[in-house]
């Protein structure tokens, strides 16, 4: 058991902090939606370009296309000090963190060339169009069709949903159906799309909170050029896979990038000396206070097996579940606690992560699914039975019908 | 950063399942409510040389630290064994330090002679006293008070190994209100137990007791000593919770009912994931337990009292889902699943109880936002 860098990480974190000392003063300043502000959006890709330049983006990238062909420990590294900095990370973590290692993993060479260095520069942002309205959790549902032409050229309709950074990404990666007379994982294809597409049309979805983080994504008719497949024609499904791996591992080196930590719902509640000294809050706080560490332990573990190659199972999910359940009962304990002042909708109060929590459960997938999913891959349990095995696509829809409840 | 296993730890986790399967622990467990006798697994632990684990090697131990020994409790938890080291390591973990007493702890560390562990409660920001378990009812006891001669006084309720201990090391407050070590030869402690009877209890009096107060042991090695013992207690239900998830995962995957296996119902499922999630909260603060008590001692009681809470939780969970995923039959007492029940219901409320660890937890982290305020 060893927090401690390694000689050759100490030194690396020594360069990174070195960097940072040097350039933090160009950073932009935090505050502004990072979602809706034009101005804010900007200046974070630049920042993003300049955290390129200065060897702190694309760092596990193989050297090839950008990266600095490091491990994830020294991603963890660069996270730590650019916090420690008190600068924001980049912009693009969907791009970085999950496309950009998908097209290096499934893209042809040409892709790579083209799409991955102003990916990383944050001079082309990404949005990943996989969701849709009735294709979540089960994203193997997606009915986007994609259609081949004579020249090799691609016709696609459908609506995507959930899309982060669609408002102002130049290229998303797009899940389609492009055969729906096979089942349901065979006949998908994964697509770039250009979002300056004549027929692609971008609808801010606002949320509970009013804010709008993600946007739907309606296609028309939308042309695409030959070639812009992601690995082969009706083998999108195991390209969607590599994609939710990488989601996983951003997901689990992100750790406490949402600023949900012990410490600070500590601060919040200690400023009030009577709700120190109350047994109940006292108890209800260090249950709290107990899962926010285990995350950050848990976090750990699941790095060193990264560090030693190994991929970490469906298991890491459970980490997801975790983190809402606390940050929820945090949310509560916040405003039985300081009453409705806690509900206030600045900045500094606690209104916006009460209001975002609800949706974020069934973010990446619903907890009840993630429960599935790790019952049967990590315990070994019996799956329960389904009746989309082997069928054609296109028979699915009148099976539904034949199966709802009259 | 490593934070995982080294390959001696995960041997010599190996080495205590090894040793511990050779005894029928469970039915032993079930025999002892029926006022059987409990097996001596003294011998096997002297034999594993677990006794002077935490003892270091210059007083004949094994020189390791909290995480060796929450990995061996870890394996005697999963088969409910009862081994009297509960009240021993801690009692080793003080003495190691103490001056002038070479001869003792060495024979604490071979196993010839029994320690247990009197403790007493640190201070916290609410709480500035000493305090111990009463033996009835919920308010704190006064810790025990020395005098400088060594003199006694006071009640220390439900010690766990306390009866039949050779020697015990008690934390008692000195006459300027600081925390001492005082040596107890000889005293003999009623056994009493309650619900679990593979854990032996017992209420320490020593109103005019005699003791020897020890030399060289600081505040802080006493506070520690009070929350390895919450740790290794910990550690004891981390393992019990493993051992139920399996024997419950196994029933689900073999007992159909409408013709499908039960475990295949997500009702069933995600009861068992939910053990899993408990189990591996529990396991990463065992591991920050474990890496505070060698790296950052200051940090051990914030790391022991989360993953007290957090694995007594996790045992209260699979005790309880165990006897759900198994129906009726989980609730007689021909099966296993009551033993675990049982173990969970009395560990949560031993040592001030998981109540107070998630009170301690607050307790660190309210502190440290004064300090940053």
């Known amino acids: ?137 089960d994203l193997a549902a997606v009915q986007a069709r994609a259609r081949k032409e004579d020249d090799g050229s691609w016709r696609l309709s459908g609506q995507k949903v959930w899309t982060t950074n669609a408002q102002f990404a130049q290229y998303g990666l797009l899940l389609a159906r492009t055969d729906a007379d096979l089942p349901k994982h ?18 801010p979805l606002r949320q509970i909170s009013g804010d709008a983080h993600f946007n739907e994504v309606f296609l028309d008719d939308v042309q695409l050029e030959p070639n812009s497949e992601v690995g082969p024609v009706d083998g999108g499904w195991g390209v969607a896979l590599t994609t939710l791996m990488f989601e996983r591992i951003t997901i689990g080196l992100g750790g406490e990038g949402f600023g949900w930590r012990a410490d600070r719902f ?5 400023r009030d000396e009577h709700a120190v000294a109350d047994k109940e809050v006292r108890k209800r706080f260090g249950a709290i206070a107990t899962d926010f560490l285990a995350l950050r332990y848990t976090s750990y573990r699941m790095l060193s097996e990264l560090s030693k190659g190994r991929i970490p199972g469906p298991e890491g999910g459970l980490a997801k579940v975790t983190t809402i359940k606390a940050a ?13 002042d806690a509900l206030s909708e600045d900045e500094d109060g606690w209104g916006k992560l009460v209001s975002d929590l609800p949706g974020l459960k069934s973010a990446g997938g619903t907890e009840e699914i993630l429960r599935n999913l790790v019952g049967e891959r990590v315990l070994g349990l019996p799956p329960e039975p389904r009746f989309d095995k082997g069928v054609p696509f296109s028979e699915l829809k009148a099976k539904e019908r034949e199966m709802s409840p009259k | 950063m490593n934070f995982t296993l080294s390959e001696e730890q995960e041997f010599l986790r190996e080495a205590a399942q090894d040793a511990l399967s050779r005894v029928k622990t469970i039915e032993a467990a079930r025999e002892a409510l029926e006022g059987g006798e409990l097996p001596n697994l003294w011998l096997t632990a002297c034999e594993a040389g677990w006794p002077g684990l935490v003892v270091s090697e210059e007083h004949g131990g094994a020189g390791l630290g909290p995480i060796e020994a929450m990995l061996v409790f870890e394996q005697m938890g999963r088969v409910l064994a009862s081994v009297a080291l509960l009240g021993h390591v801690p009692a080793t973990f003080v ?26 409660r640190p201070p916290d920001d609410q709480v500035s006293s000493w305090t111990v378990d009463p033996v009835f009812g919920s308010s704190r006891a006064a810790a025990p ?14 010690v766990p190994d306390a009866p039949g201990a050779d020697v015990l090391v008690v934390v ?66 981390l393992g019990a919770t493993d051992r139920a998830l399996e024997v419950a995962l196994a029933y689900s995957k073999e007992r159909f009912t409408f013709g499908r296996p039960i475990g295949s119902y997500q009702a069933v499922k995600h009861m068992l994931v939910e053990i899993l999630r408990l189990a591996g909260n529990a396991r990463s603060l065992m591991y920050y337990a474990g890496w505070a008590g060698n790296d950052s001692p200051e940090e051990f009681p914030l790391a022991a009292a989360a993953f007290r809470l957090a694995a007594g939780k996790a045992l209260d969970d699979a005790g309880r889902t165990q006897i759900s995923v198994h129906g009726g039959i989980g609730a007689t007492w021909e099966h296993d699943a009551p033993l675990y029940f049982r173990r969970a219901q009395l560990s949560r409320r031993l040592l001030g109880g998981t109540s107070d660890a998630a009170d301690r937890v607050a307790s660190v982290l309210f502190e440290q936002a004064r300090a940053a305020a």
């Open chain 2, 145 to 158: 008070t020395v005098s400088s001669s060594g003199a006694l006084s006071g009640t220390v309720g439900w």
């Open chain 1, 266 to 270: 500590g601060q919040a509640l200690a």
């Open chain 2, 95 to 120: 003495l190691d330090a103490a001056s002038g007493q070479d001869e003792l702890i060495g024979r604490l560390a071979s196993g010839e002679t029994r320690a247990a562990f009197v403790p007493a």
């Open chain 1, 1 to 137: 058991m060893d927090l401690n860098d390694t000689p050759e990480l100490a030194e690396y974190r020594l360069k990174v902090r070195a960097w940072l000392d040097e350039h933090k003063a160009d950073a932009p300043e935090g505050g502004g939606s990072q979602h809706e502000d034009v101005a804010v959006i900007a200046a974070r890709r630049a920042w993003q370009g300049e955290l390129t330049k200065g060897g702190l983006n694309g760092i596990t990238w193989p050297a090839d296309y950008g990266g600095q062909g490091l491990g994830p420990l020294h991603q963890v590294v660069a996270n730590q000090e650019i916090s420690r900095a008190g600068v924001p990370g980049i912009l693009d973590i969907i791009g970085v963190g999950m496309l950009g290692p998908t097209i290096i993993a499934h893209g042809s060479e040409d892709q790579k060339e083209r799409y991955l260095p102003p990916m990383l520069s944050g001079e082309e942002v990404w949005c990943q169009l996989f969701s849709e309205p009735a294709a979540g959790s």
């Open chain 2, 172 to 237: 008692a407050v000195a006459e300027d209100g600081s925390p001492r070590a005082v040596l107890v030869e000889g005293l003999a402690v009623e056994e009493t137990w309650r619900y679990d009877a593979t854990r032996s209890l017992g209420h320490v009096v020593l109103d005019g007791v005699q003791g020897t107060l020890l030399e060289g042991v600081d505040e802080q090695k006493l506070t520690n000593a009070f929350f390895l013992e919450w740790a290794l207690l910990a550690a004891e239900s």
């Open chain 1, 186 to 203: 065979k006949g998908l294809t994964m697509f770039v799309v250009p979002m300056d597409a004549e027929g692609v049309t971008v609808r």
């Open chain 1, 328 to 340: 929820i009962e945090a949310g509560e304990l916040l405003a039985d606690t300081l009453g409705p």
